[in-house]
């Protein structure tokens, strides 16, 4: 049902890559199979899935949305892949997002963009528009997504679904193409918080493969999930993430939503974090650095596009040429800044002042975190925006994630999932939840109270 769904709108959404029919019909009869046999079936047994394209698969290819790794088939299955295998899930195909998760839009994916299923002419949000867009078109009831800086809550937020960045180390980043590796997390994306929190319980845990890998038990997601309740509960408000920018309807929801928390139970605190103001200046040195370092991979020798190589130029030259061409704009863009930030002369007053940052921002966090149990705030200033609109303005696309970004740098969890449509031009606006470093379940708990 869910191969005919694509079928019929994928053309339109572009939601997907690439389309797994054999192998999504073969899990599927393999599942089959398994309950005739009255074997024991994995916890999300038949299950559709559509997984981002930034995730090894050993039987698909692996773009990460960029020309440079055009056909490529990984050797290897991510981690993340198995434990979806295990769960005897149905892998629909791998979906579109930004090159290398660089976005806010979807707009930067080298295969051209994905279109929101609430209004085709607008973008999806992004890195992982793909995963967002085939859950709001019904292609796929749970999807996957990775967020540096806010491409699972963004996405979810424009789109109305949910999404939930775990805390750092709290899914495994074995076989997830690194763009900012002290940043990226995979997460679980689905239409509910409780389907969430059961994808969230299937892809976490410990991996002795991924060093930064948290050697603990996943939070209980499905319980808290399925007991919501605010009752007793502290929440907090941050007075950084309001003011201008934000849209009316936006900031109309935001309240509404937050006295719906105080009818359910709850108290609101409000809080000051003044580092918050600074997050998105030090994310934007702090995550070209660590790009300009991971990317040096792709240099034409090891795997994907060669271009050039004519038996004449030298390997330097076949590097150049091939990155030239397969690199996209906006990763040439963070290629070259973050390179600058760590350059001898630089690094200390960029790349060094944004780890201060970030060091103070984990600070504010621990000390709000004295004070309330989760903190609430807008997902995204604004709804979806017409595709096209900041396409040539970086600075405007940054704005995207100014409530997410954090998040990331502090490696806390965070969740975003729909209040609501906004008055002025009935699209979906997003409510994010952050809660302390293992304490997902509580972004399930609240989450399912207000859903
Ligand atoms: N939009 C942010 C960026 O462009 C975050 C991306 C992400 O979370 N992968 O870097």
Known sequence: AHLARIDAVDEKVHAFLHIDREGALAQARAVDAKREAGEKLGPLAGVPLALKDIFTTKDMPTTVGSKILEGWVPPYDATLTRKLKAADVVILGKTNMDEFAMGSSTENSAYGPTGNPWDLTRIPGGSGGGSSAALASFEAPLAIGTDTGGSIRQPAAVTGTVGVKPTYGGVSRYGMVAFSSSLDQGGPCARTVLDAALLHEVIGGHDPLDSTSIDSPVPPVVEAARNGSVQGMRVGVV????????????????????????????????????????????????????????????????????????????????????REAGFG???????????????????????????????LITQDFEKAFEQV?????????????????????????????????PTNLAGNSAMS??????????????????????KDDRLYKVGAAVE
């Open 239 to 322: 007075k950084q993430f309001s003011g201008e920018g934000y849209q009316a309807g936006v900031v109309q929801r935001f309240n509404e939503s937050v006295e719906l928390l105080k009818s359910l139970g709850a108290t609101v605190v409000e809080l000051d974090c003044p580092s918050f103001d600074l997050a998105l200046s030090a994310y934007y040195l702090i995550a070209p650095s660590e790009c300009s370092s991971n990317l040096a991979r792709f240099d034409a020798m090891r795997y994907g596009l060669r271009v050039g190589d004519d038996g004449t130029r030298s390997a330097e030259d076949v590097t150049a040429l091939t």
């Open 373 to 405: 149990d989760v903190i609430v705030s807008p997902t995204t200033p604004t709804t979806a925006f017409p595709i096209g609109e900041r396409a040539d303005d970086p600075m405007a696309m940054y704005l995207a994630d100014l409530c997410t970004i």
């Open 329 to 359: 704009d906006e990763v040439k863009r963070r290629i070259i800044l973050g390179t600058y930030a760590l350059s001898s002369g630089y690094y200390d007053a960029y790349y060094g002042s944004a780890q201060k940052v970030r060091t």
């Open 417 to 438: 999932l729909p209040c609501g449509l906004a008055p002025e031009d009935g699209l979906p606006v997003g409510l994010q939840i952050i809660a302390p470093a293992m």
